[in-house]
């Protein structure tokens, strides 16, 4: 279970944003995102979350569809 | 990573330089029929790759088959710098005339390969250079060009020698540096190099030793030598423990964890890699502490590195608070590095608070660590706390 | 003024697309350095962060200034693209590559020699001259590097890229901050070792005084205490030395590639015996690095 960081997807987002879904997979440096049950979505690989390095790629990929929360400052 | 003096002798002779008539013996019983198919007097030596201070009570001779059996016994049966021999190498004892020294290295000022040589064979060559000057000679090499045989046959009239043993040592001389640059060797030295009756020269013994970086292209003469892949050949052969760590690394390319080796003490350390390990490890003996471990991490590990390291460390018997120590960090992140030290921690089952007696770790990303350190109530320090200090506040918590 | 590189100085940076290239080549360009191009072949005409990215280096050099080149590139290739840099015709090399055997890296170091090339490294993360130019990737991301590098009178030269950041960190907590900061390399066979370098650092007028960082393993300490006997230089030296434990451990290696203590000379005891002789401080702590230089410079 991540500790640190928790990635929220909006599965609606992604699935109506062409290319988004496929976007994601290839962008994170640290496979947080994998392939969905479908083309259009993605699942968060939850081993590799606190791997997550903060980047931003996915979130300005996608400003409405995937938010990074950094659970250490709530 | 260093070579046996017997597979020393064995690359020598394929190079065409000579050795003495001799036999690697594993039992006093194998020794004792070397020695009468030798014939005469013969030397003994035991084969140990670090025998430290030992290293004198290595060599015994014998006159007849039954002393060699009885010096064998002796060698097999005792331990030299802590390790047993591997085996004892039995030589035909010559007669020699002269002894020259000679070493192929590589020169970290002149930035070359350098050979230096002696004509007071036989003696510490470092004592030498520094005592008697005039009898240490050298000449540098290209490492671009193929060796010059010119320069060999410089250092060899240095040496005082004319005619035909000039050119003798010449051969020998320009072998040595070619088996040096083929093989990434760090030094190949035969200290006793004997000029016999007759004029030849012949390599009494050899130091040889391979730069591990240049071992991964060097895997055919290794093979021939019998060398295998897993042989660290290092004073120290390595734990369980450092394996693990080794292994740690390797499964996991972000980022580097090494070297992970094992000491006898109570403290576990997981410190910034490179000069930072070497100077809070220091740190840390300087204030009475007593290092349960050296686990380097450093070139931005990943979280998961950094949490199987953590596990790896505090996991050790006897270790029960760790101590996480690094210079200033310029890429390895720090919140990386809180976020997998604290998640180890917490899969051991333990409080992070109670058993990281602190973290000094500033650098990058240093406000997200600080904010996550803060949340698990673990004790840390900024750049204004130098390593020293970090290094006193663990060993005051962890008691010396 | 500053040594090797000034405010005008531009670099490529070979292997730009590399993982920890991606990294320094983004903090050089928010640090101002000037990087006129990057070299991955094969992926010629992208561009990182703005800068192209070329097949070749000749394809830069025929078009624009390059005065230096940063080597990131696997160890393997290491020697053909310090090769490729030089006879490009760019003069100062700084190699971050790490492991690069010794012979290889003789054949750099001879090669550059030849051709009146400077080379920083291998092993090293290069040069900074605070506010100025960052050459190389000390320091880490701009913001935490102007955090540990200020502008000052202390030259800086270190076998440990990670120790450079954290002398001088020292240096500016101290008010004292830095005039140029070398991370000369951690491995047996280096570029420019302590006194290639100490003549330039003598030429620097903004410099006052020479901290240096070093390890066991090698001569190079034994070589700057015969410089600073032989040249009566006009700047106090001050050496800290790391790893002394590893007296007590012959033959193991901790750190860098150099750092094993095989001889008399790669122990650390003898080491601080021949610079203490030659006149040059020598300091037990990192902490007071800062007031040891003070006292030598009578600030
Ligand atoms: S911020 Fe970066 S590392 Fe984190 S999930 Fe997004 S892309 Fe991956």
Redesign the pocket.
């Known amino acids: 279970m991540a500790m640190f960081?928790r990635?929220d997807v909006d599965a609606g987002v992604v699935k109506k944003t062409a290319g988004l879904a496929k976007k994601l997979i290839e962008?994170?440096?640290?496979k947080?995102?994998g392939p969905g049950a479908d083309a259009d979505s993605v699942e968060v690989v939850e081993d590799n979350v606190d791997?997550?390095?903060?980047?931003?790629?996915?979130?300005k990929a996608s400003p409405d569809g995937?938010k990074?929360v950094k659970l250490y400052e709530e | 990573m260093r070579f046996y003096e017997s597979e020393a002798k064995q690359l020598l002779e394929k190079h065409g330089i000579g050795v003495p008539p001799r036999v690697v013996a594993k039992t006093p019983s194998e020794a004792e029929k070397a020695a009468s198919e030798l014939g005469g007097s013969v030397v003994l030596k035991a084969q140990v790759l670090f025998p430290g201070s030992d290293k004198a009570a290595t060599t015994k001779t014998a006159d007849n088959p039954a002393g060699a059996k009885a010096a064998a016994e002796e060698l097999l049966g005792r331990k030299f710098g802590g390790h047993a021999a591997r085996a004892v190498l039995v030589e035909k004892k010559l007669a020699s005339a002269k002894v020259f020294c000679v070493r192929a290295t590589y020169d970290g000022i002149a930035k070359k390969p350098a050979l230096i040589a002696s004509d007071l064979g036989g003696t510490d060559l470092d004592d030498l250079a520094d005592e008697q000057p005039d009898h240490v000679k050298r000449r540098h090499l290209s490492a671009l060009l193929p060796p010059s045989t010119y320069r060999s046959k410089e250092l060899a009239k240095d040496l005082g020698l004319t005619g035909s043993a000039l050119n003798r040592m010449t051969g020998v001389v320009h072998r040595l540096a070619g088996i040096l640059l083929d093989y990434d060797l760090t030094v190949v030295e035969v200290n006793s190099l004997a000029m016999t009756e007759d004029g030849k020269l012949i390599a009494l013994d050899c130091h040889m030793d391979m730069e591990i970086e240049g071992r991964a292209r060097q895997g055919k003469i290794l093979a021939e030598l019998g060398v295998d892949e897993s042989e660290a050949r290092l004073p120290r052969e390595p734990t369980e423990f450092d394996l693990a760590g080794a292994k740690i690394d390797h499964d996991d390319p972000r980022g580097v964890a090494g070297p992970i080796v094992e000491f006898g003490g109570n403290i576990g350390l997981v410190i910034g890699a490179g000069g930072g390990s070497l100077t809070t490890f220091d740190a840390v003996k300087k204030r009475g502490g007593d290092p349960a471990n050296y686990a380097a991490i450093g070139g931005n590990p990943s979280v998961k590195k950094c949490q199987a390291l953590t596990k790896l460390v505090l996991g050790k018997e006897g270790v029960e608070k760790i101590a996480v120590i690094s210079n200033v960090v310029s890429n390895t992140r720090a919140d990386l590095l809180a976020r997998g030290v604290i998640k180890g921690v917490i899969e051991l089952g333990l409080e992070p608070s109670e058993v990281i007696t602190i973290f000094r770790a500033p650098g990058a990303w240093e406000a997200d660590a600080f904010k996550i350190l803060k949340k698990y109530g673990v004790e840390f320090c900024d750049r204004s706390v130098s390593i020293s200090e970090a290094a006193k506040r663990a060993v005051e918590k962890i008691g010396r | 003024m500053s040594v090797l590189v000034h405010a005008d100085f531009t670099f490529i940076v070979q292997g730009i697309t590399g993982r920890e290239a991606l990294n320094f080549t983004r903090e050089c360009l928010e640090y101002g350095s000037k990087i006129v191009g990057g070299v991955t072949p094969g992926k010629g005409g992208r561009d990182v962060y703005g800068v192209p990215v070329y097949d070749t280096v000749r394809e830069i050099t025929q078009s624009k200034k390059v005065d230096g080149s940063v080597i990131t590139v696997p160890l393997a290739f290491a020697p053909d693209a310090a090769f490729e840099a030089i006879d490009a015709g760019i003069k100062n090399i700084v190699i971050i590559t790490e492991g690069i055997p010794r012979r290889d890296a003789a054949q750099i170091v001879e090669y550059a020699d030849l051709h009146e090339v400077r080379v920083i490294g291998p092993n090293c993360l290069g040069i900074i001259v605070p506010d100025v130019c960052r050459f190389g990737s000390l320091g880490g991301p701009a913001v935490d590097c102007r955090k540990a590098f200020k502008p000052g009178c202390v030259g800086v030269m270190s076998r440990s890229g990670g120790m450079t950041t954290e002398i001088c960190n020292a240096l500016t907590a101290s008010g004292l901050g830095v005039s140029t900061a070398i991370s000369v390399g951690g491995d047996p066979v280096i570029g420019s070792t302590y006194s290639d370098l100490m003549p330039l650092f003598e030429k620097d007028e903004d410099t006052k005084a020479v901290v240096i960082y070093s390890e066991p393993g090698g001569a190079s300490e034994a070589q700057l205490a015969l410089w600073a006997k032989e040249n009566n230089s006009r700047l106090p030296i001050v050496a800290f030395v790391a790893g002394r434990f590893m007296d007590d451990m012959p033959g193991m290696s901790f750190g860098h590639a150099g750092t094993v203590v095989e001889r008399k000379v790669d122990s650390p005891a003898d080491k601080i015996k021949r610079m203490r002789a030659a006149g040059i401080t020598v300091a037990e702590e990192i902490g007071d690095i800062p007031g040891l230089v003070k006292e030598r410079i009578g600030a």
Request: glycine share 0%; hydrophobic share 55%.
């Open positions: 960081i990635v962008i994170c440096p640290v947080i995102f791997e997550c390095t903060l980047c931003d790629l996915c979130t995937v990074v």
